[in-house]
């Protein structure tokens, strides 16, 4: 069951809401004002499982390069 990221296009409260399937999409409303306008963002964490049970959130850096700004994610137990 996934977590989803919202923001209500009504009052702009940024709220967070686990849904069991993509199809219960359609019927968030913003909680704070109960408007069914919110608009899905685009979540940059994740929870990763490790090996020994637990789990670790990767991080992401961010920089400039040559076409601008540039952003790596790096993966707990991942090496380049």
Same mark, same amino acid.
């Given at each position: 069951?996934?977590?989803?990221?919202?923001?209500? *296009?009504?009052?702009?409260?940024?709220?967070?809401?686990?849904?069991?399937?993509?199809?219960?999409?359609?019927?968030?409303?913003?909680? *704070?004002? *109960?408007?069914? =306008?919110?608009?899905?963002?685009?979540?940059?964490?994740?929870?990763?499982?490790?090996?020994?049970?637990?789990?670790?959130?990767?991080?992401?850096?961010?920089?400039?390069?040559?076409?601008?700004?540039?952003?790596?994610?790096?993966?707990?137990?991942?090496? =380049?």
């Amino acid at each position: 069951m996934p977590i989803y990221e919202f923001v209500c *296009q009504d009052c702009e409260h940024e709220f967070e809401t686990l849904l069991k399937s993509r199809d219960e999409v359609s019927g968030v409303r913003c909680p *704070q004002c *109960q408007s069914p =306008r919110v608009k899905r963002l685009m979540s940059a964490t994740a929870a990763i499982i490790t090996d020994g049970g637990g789990s670790a959130k990767p991080t992401v850096e961010t920089h400039k390069c040559e076409s601008g700004t540039c952003s790596h994610l790096n993966l707990p137990g991942y090496s =380049r």
